[in-house]
């Protein structure tokens, strides 16, 4: 039965965290409430974030919302981050990380607040001043990654990026980054496939329903999605600090 909750895990997760990111606020604490060791959690879900991201970038991809020469500017920095995060992740204490976290986090959610200048959101081309913040969210998510998706999603917008075309590089940076953490994940001995598989599959599942349903909703929907979720996760983040639990 447990492969079935980890399927059901990944289609929830994916499904939120395609639209608004914070899928990972999501399955990690799912995981743990069912009783996982937590590298196995973390590698699985860098697994099933790798599959399931690749599918809904391409599905945009072939539907032209985003030029495939600007996604390039982005995944070398996002691989190199997700490389380096997951190396990194070992050297890290677990309050140090959720703080780092957190204060992302309240970033994030500050700048889904700004007002934009001259913009209807329209753009698929990335500014160089955005390329810095994909390498560190990059890292990031290769340490451990609950809200990079929120960060990017909140990062793009900003910069005047379509809501499609946010997506489709959020999901893009992240197969990378993820890709970058699996690698190591993998040769440190944490990356478990009888749980990362369930897992996966359910969140291919849940991205490719995400991405079909995306062109409908409103700016004020995604708005409300990102900033909702950005909220959440903080408290969250702070729970976790103040009770000392994963």
Same mark, same amino acid.
């Given at each position: 039965m447990e492969w079935l909750w980890l399927f059901g895990i990944g289609i929830v997760a994916t499904f939120i965290g395609t639209l608004s990111g914070s899928g990972g606020l999501i399955n990690v604490p799912a995981m743990i409430l069912l009783g996982l060791p937590i590298h196995s959690i973390i590698s699985a879900n860098k697994f099933s974030n790798m599959l399931s991201s690749f599918s809904s970038f391409y599905v945009l991809l072939r539907r032209?919302?985003?030029?495939?020469?600007?996604?390039?500017?982005?995944?070398?920095?996002?691989?190199?981050?997700?490389?380096?995060?997951?190396?990194?992740?070992?050297?890290?204490?677990?309050?140090? %990380?959720?703080?780092?976290?957190?204060g992302m986090l309240i970033v994030a959610l500050g700048l889904s607040f700004l007002k934009?200048?001259?913009?209807?959101?329209?753009?698929?081309?990335?500014?160089?001043?955005? %390329?810095?913040?994909?390498?560190?969210?990059?890292?990031?998510?290769?340490?451990?990654?609950?809200?990079q998706a929120t960060l990017q999603m909140n990062l793009f917008r900003h910069v005047g990026i379509s809501y499609l075309a946010s997506i489709g590089l959020?999901?893009?940076?992240?197969?990378?980054?993820?890709?970058?953490?699996?690698?190591?994940?993998?040769?440190?001995?944490? %990356?478990n496939m009888m749980i990362a598989i369930p897992l996966a599959i359910g969140s291919i599942t849940g991205a490719q329903i995400s991405v079909r349903i995306a062109d409908k909703l409103t700016l004020g929907q995604v708005n409300w999605l990102l900033r909702s979720m950005t909220i959440l996760l903080i408290f969250q983040v702070c729970y976790s600090i103040f009770t000392k639990q994963f």
């Open positions: 032209k919302e985003l030029a495939f020469k600007e996604a390039m500017k982005t995944g070398p920095i996002a691989l190199a981050g997700g490389i380096l995060g997951g190396l990194f992740a070992s050297s890290l204490s677990q309050q140090s %990380l959720q703080l780092f976290a957190g934009k200048k001259k913009t209807n959101y329209s753009s698929r081309i990335v500014p160089s001043r955005a %390329l810095p913040f994909v390498g560190v969210i990059g890292w990031y998510d290769g340490t451990f990654g609950p809200g959020t999901r893009f940076n992240t197969f990378l980054s993820c890709t970058g953490a699996v690698v190591v994940y993998f040769f440190s001995g944490h %990356l």
